[in-house]
């Protein structure tokens, strides 16, 4: 690692054992763990070359439980050694901080409190830290890093959801904004509709990250002496924002949460070129696959003559640009793969009939 002054991004993996269940709805991949392990490798890989094509002064990191990438098979074992070879550190990382109940849904989302200890450990104080989720892009990393806060605030997207929309999906308790609201109301705080706290980027000094965990974990204990469980990061973080045990501050004019082709019903994002990071859930099984294809050929001449102008990101990234034409393109492309994989398998002897 460098100095204070150099930023340092952190992503975080955690690879499930064979016998936990696990369901992530935007992952497209096989439901094996090697599989999603895999994809999700796939994002690692396109964002530390979206910052390390760049040739900026930041340190990169991923926090992971991977011991021996040769468990996820040879795909998982080169897709380590070409994030490796980006300079990224392989922090190894043990999931501590798991869902208080038995949810399968994003069961890993609250690996980033254990990823915020494995990477701010031994930091300096002041030092620029970033905690991302795997499936985003840089397109300004430089205005994202002169914005992240000073302690104590920890900066984060806002995502702007009705008071009573399900977020999560699941679960009883805490699962709309305004129900977070009650509950920060029955444990002492205000009783209203907080903002709720997206997961995908937390920013901050090290000392103030540590203090965000530390916040989430008394929450935790407050919440199972009455009987109750917030299963995901996303829910305890906007509930500690309620709570006023955290600062947030907003990020979201230069980091958002894109989804991507014709099937979402979200609202489209206004001018995402003018953003400086795209998080891209819709794009694990796409966009972000197709270019980590291209790197692990050693093609980077493409993805780095399109990080150096946004419209041209935008166009390879789905932002923007994704016609009747494009989506044509990229159904043929997903189903040539399908169709490929299949046939790798069979041959191997783990196709379906064998």
């Known amino acids: ?19 936990e269940a696990f369901h992530y709805p935007s992952v497209r991949a096989r439901s094996s763990a090697e599989a999603v392990a895999v994809r999700y490798l796939e994002c690692a890989l396109v964002q530390a070359a979206s910052l390390r094509l760049r040739e900026l002064d930041c340190d990169l990191a991923l926090a992971t439980n991977i011991a021996d ?3 996820l098979g040879r795909a998982g074992a080169e897709l380590m050694r070409r994030i490796e070879a980006l300079g990224v550190e392989v922090l190894p990382t043990e999931y501590r901080h798991r869902p208080g109940d038995d949810s399968a849904t994003y069961l890993s989302s609250r690996y980033v409190l254990d990823a915020i200890l494995a990477a701010t450990e031994g930091q300096p104080a002041d030092r620029t830290t970033l905690l991302t989720d795997l499936d985003c892009v840089w397109v300004a990393p430089e205005r994202l890093f002169a914005a992240v806060p000073a302690a104590p605030e920890i900066g984060c ?5 009705p008071a009573d929309w399900d977020v999560v999906g699941f679960g009883a308790v805490g699962r709309t904004p305004s129900a977070i609201g009650e509950l920060a109301g029955r444990l002492g705080g205000p009783a209203q509709t907080p903002p709720w706290v997206g997961g995908e980027l937390l920013a901050g000094t090290p000392g103030a990250m540590r ?3 530390a916040a989430c974990e008394q929450i935790d204990s407050r919440l199972a002496a009455a009987g109750e469980v917030l299963p995901t990061e996303e829910q305890v973080l906007t509930l500690a924002g309620a709570l006023g045990h955290v600062a947030f501050r907003n990020l979201s004019p230069l980091a958002w949460r894109i989804q991507t082709g014709p099937r979402h019903e979200a609202p489209p994002v206004q001018e995402p070129l003018s953003l400086a990071l795209w998080h891209l859930p819709g794009e694990k099984g796409l966009s972000m696959r197709r270019t980590a294809r291209e790197l692990r050929r050693g093609r980077t001449a493409g993805l780095r003559r399109d990080l150096a102008e946004p419209a041209r990101m935008a166009r390879r990234f789905n932002v923007a640009g994704n016609g009747l034409a494009r989506r044509v393109r990229d159904d043929g492309w997903i189903a040539g793969t399908r169709v490929f994989g299949a046939a790798r398998g069979l041959f191997a002897g783990t196709g379906p009939n064998s």
């Open 1 to 19: 690692m460098h100095s204070q002054s150099t930023p340092l991004v952190v992503q975080y993996l955690y690879v499930h054992q064979q016998d």
């Open 69 to 71: 990438p040769r468990q």
């Open 157 to 161: 997207i806002h995502i702007r959801y």
């Open 211 to 213: 203090e965000l965990v």
